[in-house]
C-alpha cells in the first residue's frame, strides 16, 4: 500500500510559477506521475517519472514548461511549472505505479492516487 500526498497548489498569475511536491508512504520500484483535471472534462496526463529516476516524460501541453524530478531518499517526487496559463487550471493528482513504458501516460496504469492539489492561474 502506498499512501501519497500533493502540496504546493495555490493561486498564480498568468507567466507565474509553483511547484507542488507528492510525498509518498515507499517509493521503492514505483513509477511516479502527476495527472490534472479541469471542471468538466477527463483527467490528463501531465509527467511521469520512472522509478529509477532515469527518463521523464511529459505531455506535450506542459513540455519545456514543467519540470518533474524524484528525490528516493526522501519518498518525493517535485513538479516545477513555469510560464503558468489559464489552461493549466485544474486539480492536480499525484499518482505512484508500475506501467509499462507504452503506458507511462495512462491514469488506469496507476494504482495508488493522492486527493489532489488545486491550482488556479488568472488571466
Known amino acids: 500500500q502506498v499512501q501519497l500526498v500533493e502540496s504546493g497548489g495555490g493561486l498564480v498569475q498568468t507567466g507565474g510559477s509553483l511547484s507542488l511536491t507528492c510525498t509518498a508512504s515507499?517509493?521503492?520500484?514505483?513509477?511516479m506521475a502527476w495527472f490534472r483535471q479541469a471542471p468538466g472534462k477527463e483527467r490528463e496526463f501531465v509527467a511521469a517519472?520512472?522509478?529509477?529516476?532515469?527518463?521523464?516524460y511529459y505531455a506535450d501541453s506542459v513540455k519545456g514548461r514543467f519540470t518533474l524530478t524524484r528525490d528516493n531518499a526522501k519518498n518525493t517526487v517535485d513538479l516545477q511549472m513555469n510560464e503558468l496559463k489559464p489552461s493549466d487550471t485544474a486539480v492536480y493528482y499525484c499518482a505512484a505505479g508500475r506501467p509499462i513504458l507504452s503506458s507511462l501516460g495512462m491514469s488506469s496504469s496507476y494504482h495508488y492516487w493522492g486527493p489532489g492539489t488545486q491550482v488556479a492561474v488568472s488571466s
Open positions: 517519472i520512472r522509478w529509477n529516476g532515469g527518463h521523464t
Open positions: 515507499t517509493f521503492s520500484g514505483y513509477s
